[in-house]
């Protein structure tokens, strides 16, 4: 077996592994969020997605090196468009993931602030009874 089919396995190895794990991570975070009541269930959702893009991007760019590593294995004109077809979809999928990590974040971020304030509101509000 030669060098590049074996760096070529790795790579696929390694995509399935961040994936797989990655997704596994972001619902043991999310279960685990929901058991502690941290935060509402969209809340808790769009960290699990967040978490879940960020895996899927790291995965899909191991493919796309794996991919690569096939084309000089196998030099053929199909293969070289099957990469770039392959770096376009990687492409599209990791700009709409970006996107999409973004709104989430500026969600959550909106989110949270809304409850720091509210929480402020209500101390404010317990002061101005005691008083």
């Known amino acids: 077996m030669s060098t ?11 995509t399935m592994l961040v994936i797989v794990f990655g997704a596994a991570r972001s619902i043991w975070d999310g279960l685990s969020e929901a058991c502690r009541g941290e935060g509402t269930p969209e809340e808790q959702m769009d960290r699990v997605r967040l978490e879940l893009s960020g895996s899927l991007s790291l995965g899909l760019t ?9 084309t000089f294995r196998v030099p053929h004109w199909k293969q070289l468009l099957k990469v770039v077809v392959l770096i376009l979809i ?7 993931l970006d996107r999409d990590m ?20 209500e101390e404010e509000a317990r002061r101005f009874l005691r008083a």
């Open 102 to 121: 973004e709104k989430l974040q500026k969600r959550l971020r909106e989110s949270k602030a809304l409850r720091v304030a509210k929480a402020g509101i």
């Open 62 to 70: 191991f493919f796309v090196g794996a991919e690569i590593i096939k």
């Open 4 to 14: 590049s089919v074996v760096a070529e396995h790795i790579l696929y190895g390694v």
């Open 90 to 96: 990687r492409q599209l999928l990791t700009w709409s």
